[in-house]
């Protein structure tokens, strides 16, 4: 296919190289657009060519299957832009989709701007943890939102203030092909140092409790009624339980670690039987936090 866009685009990406987990075959395509301009002659194409597609933000909530997807992933990491609204009152920060949680947290923190830290430890991209609702230490990305500009199938841009928007524990009402271009977030000014403290404790803390060592998805099931899923697998006794390469964490049990050559088949069916074991022994149904794209149930 004659591709007129600027930005790179590769046919057949291995998922597994684009995703945390690091499993996952193939995609249709991954287009990275260069600028706005770029992502709406993308989404022409598509259209016209009547493509499949949806967004790849970070790629650390999804599990692509071993099969892969015949959809194109648009991912916008290129789009890197931000700037401030300062007034007395507050600053708010308008900040594209693609930017990446950390950096920008740590970009902020530079100029005094904090509010985020408890978020420092999500490894996603702006658009992504919006799309998920993602949150860590008491706080979700929805709590600091106060707007949205997304594009979505027809070309048309949008925007939704905050009151617009039904976030709720880990959902938001966008879809994956709507692309979240631009968000605007409440930031607050504090001391530079008070800051990097804090966003260092908190990444000691996540050291302790998290399998960072190893790739994942992070927690791979929904907390439920604010239990959060870990007590049920714990209890279940299925803490390194393992199936291939792919290991319930000893350290963390919602993480399934890979802990080499993991397929996307092993971790499924890790995630099936976690599953069937929580239900027979402790009643409760786990749902996934985590994506599964390309599965066919
Ligand atoms: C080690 C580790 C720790 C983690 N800790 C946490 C945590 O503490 N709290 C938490 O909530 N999550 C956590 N996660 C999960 C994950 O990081 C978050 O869900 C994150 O917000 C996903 O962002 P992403 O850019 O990687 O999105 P992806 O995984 O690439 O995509 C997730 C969803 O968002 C959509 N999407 C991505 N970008 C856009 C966009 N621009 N516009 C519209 N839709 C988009 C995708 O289509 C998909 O539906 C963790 C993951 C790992 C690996």
Redesign the pocket.
């Known amino acids: 296919m004659a591709w007129k866009i600027r930005g790179r685009v590769i046919e057949n990406p291995k998922m597994k190289e684009y995703t945390?987990m690091r499993v996952g075959g193939p995609a249709r395509y991954l287009v990275f657009p260069r600028d706005e301009s770029d992502l709406l002659e993308t989404l022409k194409i598509f259209e016209n060519e009547g493509i499949k597609w949806?967004?790849?933000?970070?790629?650390?909530?999804?599990i692509v299957s071993d099969s892969g997807i015949n959809e194109a992933l648009i991912k916008?990491t290129d789009l890197k832009h931000f700037s401030l609204i300062e007034s007395k009152k507050e600053v708010v920060l308008r900040v594209s989709?693609?930017y990446s949680l950390k950096d920008l947290i740590l970009e902020m923190a530079k100029i005094g701007l904090g509010g985020l830290e408890n978020l420092y430890?999500?490894?996603?991209?702006v658009?992504?943890?919006i799309?998920?609702n993602?949150?860590?230490f008491g706080l979700s990305i929805g709590d600091v939102v106060r707007k949205v500009t997304?594009v979505s199938s027809d070309l048309s841009r949008k925007e939704l203030r905050r009151e617009e928007i039904d976030f709720s524990y880990?959902h938001s009402p966008?879809l994956?092909n709507?692309?979240?271009?631009e968000a605007e977030l409440l930031l607050l000014r504090k001391d530079k140092k008070r800051i990097m403290a804090e966003i260092e404790r908190l990444s000691e803390e996540r050291k302790k409790r998290?399998p960072?060592e190893f790739p994942?998805?992070?927690?791979i099931f929904k907390a439920v009624n604010g239990v959060p899923a870990w007590r049920y697998i714990e209890r279940a006794g299925l803490k390194g339980l393992r199936i291939g390469d792919a290991c319930v964490s000893e350290k963390h049990p919602n993480f399934i670690v890979n802990l080499g050559e993991a397929k996307a088949s092993d971790v499924k069916s890790l995630i099936d039987k976690i599953k069937k074991e929580v239900f027979e022994r402790e009643g409760v149904v786990l749902e996934e936090e985590v994506?599964l794209w390309g599965f066919d149930d």
């Open positions: 945390s949806r967004m790849l933000g970070n790629g650390t909530n999804v916008i989709g693609g430890s999500i490894p996603g991209t658009g992504g943890a799309k998920m993602a949150g860590s997304y880990r966008f994956s709507m692309c979240i271009i998290h960072l994942s998805a992070g927690s994506e």
